[in-house]
C-alpha cells in the first residue's frame, strides 16, 4: 500500500486494493505446468475487512481460475 501513496490519490481513493501473486508458469526443468496457485491478497475495502488473502489454482494459458477449498487466513500487519 506504501507504493500507492506514491501515486497521487489513488490509495486514498479506491473501494478494493487486490493484489495478485502467481507460482512461475514453468517448472526448473522448463515444461509448463497445468495448474498453478495464485494468491489474492485484499489489502483494503472501505466496506469489509481487509488484510486477507485467498488461493485459486490458474489453469492453462487462458487463466481459469478454480477454487481451493482452505480456511481464509488473516494478515499479520
Known sequence: MSDLKQ????????????????EPRKTDDGSFKGKRK??????KQRD???????????IGATQTLEEIHNEQTILNF
Open 38 to 43: 495464485t494468491r489474492f491478497f485484499i489489502l
Open 7 to 22: 501515486s497521487g490519490a489513488l490509495e486514498a481513493d479506491v473501494d478494493k486494493a487486490i493484489f495478485i501473486r502467481a
Open 48 to 58: 469489509n475487512i481487509a488484510g486477507v488473502y485467498f488461493d485459486m489454482n490458474t
